[in-house]
Structures are given as C-alpha cells and as structure tokens.
C-alpha cells in the first residue's frame, strides 16, 4: 500500500529530517510511529499526502509513484488519503455538519450522496446532535471527532493521524485511538504517530521507532521504547 | 459536475459572507469610499466639461453697424456671415430694439436711462450678433468683418481686443481644470484600488489557514479561490449599491447649487439621460475591483507544496 525506498528529506538549512528510510506498509495495517519531537515522524507522514516531498528516494501510495506527480494532481492523491491532525484543522467557519461534507463537496459528489454520507459518519463518531454547531462550541475530543469524520468520509484506503491525542486528556484520547481501530477493522490502513506510550503498548500492533530521521526499530507487536 | 461545483462555490461564498462579520462590513466600507471618490471625480470632471462647453457658447460675437448702414447692406452683410461654415448663427438686433432692451434692462437706474435720453434719440447702433460652433475656430469672419468695414458698413466687432482675451483664457482655464480632473480621478482611483486590495488581502490573511485546510482534504485550488472570488463580487456590489445610495441624493440636493455655480441649468438631464449607464459601470466597476481584489490576494496562499 505505501512504499519508502531510500527515503530522504533535506531542508535548505542543512537539517535532515529522514534519512533513507525503507518501509512497507501492507493494506488494512495499524501502524504506529513513535520517536521523539524532531525525530521526523511528521514529515515521514506529510511525504505520504505530499505536503512535503523528499529531496531523494521514491514514494509509492496505492502502486502510483509519487515523484512523478503533478502539482495539479495533488488534490486527486488527498482525496483518496484522509489525514487526521494534531490541532484538529477544522474550517471555524463552517458547522460540524458542513466541515464533514466538505471534502466530499470538493470532490464533486452528488449532494444527494453527500446528504446521505454525513449523518451516517457523524453518527458513527457520535456527534449527530451538534451538526449545526461551529467547532469553537466543541471539546477537544469532540473535535477530534470531527476530525476523524471529514477523514474517513470519502471512504479512502489510507488513513493517516498525526498526534491524533495529543492535545487530549487520557479518556478522549482512548475514545479517538478506538475510533481509529474501529476504522482499521473496516479495512483502512492506519497509519499514526503518537508519543502516548500507554496506547502503544495497549493496542499491540506493528510499531515504528524514528531516530533522527532512521528507522531506528520495527516490530509487528511493538512496545514503545525510547 | 461544473453545475454542482458551481452552485457549491455559491452557496459557500455567501455563507462565508454572512459570517464574515467586522471584515465584512469593513471591505463593503472601503469598497463605498473608493467608489464614491471615483463617482464624485467622473461627475466633477463631467460638470466642468459642460460648464466650459456652455462658457465657450456663451463667447458669442456682436459687430455694430454704422448709424448709415441701409437694409440691403445689412442682407448683405449676413448672408457673408452665413456662408461661412464656422457660424452657428446670427442674430439682429435693430436699433429700436436696442434701445428698449437698453431701457428694460437699466429701468431701476434713472440716471443711466438719463444718459441715452441726452445722447440723442438714436444713439445705439443696430447690430448682428454671431454665434459660434466653436469660439476658437472663427473660419474667414475676421477678413469678412475687415470687407465690411472698409465699405463703410460695419464698425469694430465687440469680440476682439479685452473681452477676447478674457473669453480666450476662462476656455483655456476650463480646458486644463478638466484634465487635472481626470487625472485626479485616475489618481483617487488607483490608491482607493490600492487600499482595497490591501483590505480583502488582509481578510484573506485572517483566513489563510481555512486554505491551507481546504488544500489538505483535497479540494483543488479553483474550488477554493471560487467561494472567495465570489465574496469579492458580493462586496463590490453591495458597495456599489450603498455608494449610490449616498451620492445620488447627495448631489440632488446639492443640484440646484452646484448647477448655478456652473453656469449649466440641466447637468441632471445628463445625469439622468446617462443614469442607467452611469449605475452599470459602477456596479462593472465595483464588482470588478472586488473579484480581482479576492483573485490576486489569494493566490499567494495557494502555492502547493
């Protein structure tokens, strides 16, 4: 499903943030990526969705090589990722309603399909009574929600999540971590960083420990150790 | 899937702007201010345009003729003014007339009447006034006037010498003031664009993390710079509207005024005849500034990674 091979990324400065890095990460897997701040956890991540492109090596998502992407062709790989941040990202502007209908809008669904959509993901992420309410009325937790809606919405196959918890306090962050299995069973591959070691070594599934942009350990029933 | 894009870039575009709150109203505010600027230098400039058409008519021309000037020689004399083609028209004015005009005119100053009685019945001479298309293209009238003038038949014509100078230099003045009005309105223009960009840029700037969202979940950059194009046109055509809404009484009730001071008893039939094309180029106008406002302060902020 997504191939590194001999991955690096460069900054102008002189920083490098990966270093060749090789990876394979198999359809329907949970993977988790630990490592500390600056490891290069989230610039690994932002290379999957092509926020940010490697100064050498290939990527591959879905068997379609990456380096040979167009800027205009951007918006079409997104669509078929769905990426869950740190600091959720919703539009303030728009309700919780229309923040999920959202991508589907960008992407040109029919409006009957999308009126469809919407209140089924909000209701799998059990928030069908704030709908019409604006994200600054919202917990964390609850946004995060909203997060995790607008990015499993399109169906996609591949399911990225930065930091998902970590500006959530223990409870709200079980709540997202069990969403997130919950969509994994479904069949979307998950791919996530955290620093929350007490999930990682709960949830038992395959982890990846980034030191200083090296793949420092990968283990299929990880623990977090660093 | 253009028509549902379409209508999505709509509807969005006029929730964000009824959601917009204070930058709403403050873009709508400066979009108001430029365009009355630049209305109230199209008008200035227009009213000097015409006042200066009216003073150039008013530059008429009055050749007396001699005390033994005889009928046919003053046929004579007019059908030579009428050939030529720089003469709009021609206007006699017998001697009799000129008295009672004299008399109408002076009626509450005795002394002056006193005056004309003293100088002997017939002491104002008939006269042919001259009217022209253009005072400053006066054809061969000057070499007309001089024929007559040596056959005895006419006297000096009253356009020449001082009150030429003067009728000369006020077409002059109006001339340059209505190119210094252009070119101030062209000024105004440009800094009020200036100044509204810079608003819709800020309140983009505000926003330029709803972009960065947008580009993230996938949405293409013209669906994303639709919904902003489209809150551009919303602010330049509300400003149009209140700008109208402001300046038309405005110059209503200033009218009667400012058309005395111009010396134009009509400028709002010109107003009015042109009112529909006037409305329309400010709405082109405003809707305009503010699409390409939106277009260009967005751009910067949709270079993808």
């Known amino acids: 499903m997504i191939y590194f091979e001999k991955v690096t990324r460069e900054y102008p400065n002189g920083t490098t943030a990966l270093k060749d890095i090789n990876l394979h990460i198999k359809p329907k897997e949970f993977v988790t990526i630990v490592g500390t701040s600056g490891a290069g956890k989230s610039t690994l991540l932002k290379c999957i969705y092509m926020d940010d492109k490697p100064t050498h090596g290939k990527i591959f998502v879905g ?130 960083t955290t620093h929350n070691r007490e999930i990682v070594n709960a949830i038992k599934k395959r982890v990846i420990t980034i030191n200083q942009g090296r793949v420092a350990k990968d283990q299929e029933i990880g623990r977090y150790a660093i | 899937m253009f028509f549902v894009d379409l209508s999505r870039i709509v509807r969005s575009g006029l929730r964000s702007f009824a959601r917009n709150g204070w930058l709403t109203v403050a873009a709508i505010g400066m979009m108001v201010i430029t365009l009355m600027i630049i209305s109230f230098f199209a008008i200035l400039s227009l009213l000097i345009a015409e006042g200066s058409d009216i003073v150039k008519k008013k530059a008429d021309m009055s050749i007396y003729f001699k005390a033994t000037v005889t009928s046919e020689q003053i046929v004579q004399f007019e059908d030579a003014l009428k050939n030529d083609s720089s003469v709009f028209k021609i206007t006699f004015t017998s001697s009799e007339k000129a008295i009672a005009d004299y008399r109408e005119m002076y009626k509450f100053r005795p002394k002056l009447l006193e005056a004309l ?29 001089d024929e007559f003038k040596t056959k005895n038949i006419v006297d000096h014509p009253s356009y020449e010498g001082q009150k030429k100078a003067v009728v000369d230099k006020i077409v002059k003045v109006a001339g340059i003031t209505k190119k210094a009005g252009w070119v101030l309105a062209s000024v105004f223009a440009g800094i009020s664009l200036i100044i ?31 919904p902003f194009v489209f809150e551009g046109a919303i602010y330049g055509f509300i400003g149009t509207i209140v700008s109208i809404a402001i300046t038309y009484p405005l110059f209503s009730l200033s009218g009667t005024s400012i058309s005395q001071f111009f010396g134009i008893s009509n400028i709002f039939n010109f107003l009015r005849l042109n009112l529909w094309s006037v409305i329309l180029a400010e709405f082109l106008l405003g809707t305009l500034i503010g699409i390409l406002s939106s277009f260009f302060a967005i751009r910067k902020y949709l270079r993808l990674a």
């Open chain 1, 63 to 192: 068997g379609v090589d990456l380096t040979n992407l167009k800027k205009s062709d951007i918006p079409y790989l997104r669509r078929k990722i769905g990426v869950v941040f740190q600091d959720y990202k919703l539009l303030p502007q728009k309700t919780i309603y229309e923040n999920a209908a959202f991508a589907l809008e960008a992407a040109g669904m029919p409006t009957k399909e999308i009126k469809n959509r919407v209140p089924k993901i909000l209701q799998l992420v059990g928030l069908s009574s704030k709908a019409e309410s604006f994200p600054n009325e919202l917990s964390g937790g609850e946004q995060q929600r909203v997060g995790i809606a607008r990015a499993v919405i399109g169906q996609p196959k591949i399911l990225i999540a930065d930091e998902p918890t970590g500006n959530l306090d223990p409870k709200n962050a079980w709540e997202i971590i069990e969403l997130l299995l919950k969509i994994n069973q479904y069949g979307t591959t998950v791919v996530m």
């Open chain 2, 117 to 145: 009685e003293n100088s002997g019945s017939n002491s104002l001479p008939s006269s042919v006034q001259v009217d022209f298309y253009d005072p400053e293209k006066q054809g061969n009238i000057a070499s007309v006037i």
């Open chain 2, 196 to 226: 509204i960009f810079n608003t819709v840029r800020l309140a983009i700037f505000a926003r330029r993390e709803e972009i960065e969202i947008m580009q993230l979940v996938g949405a293409t950059n013209w669906f994303i710079r639709g």
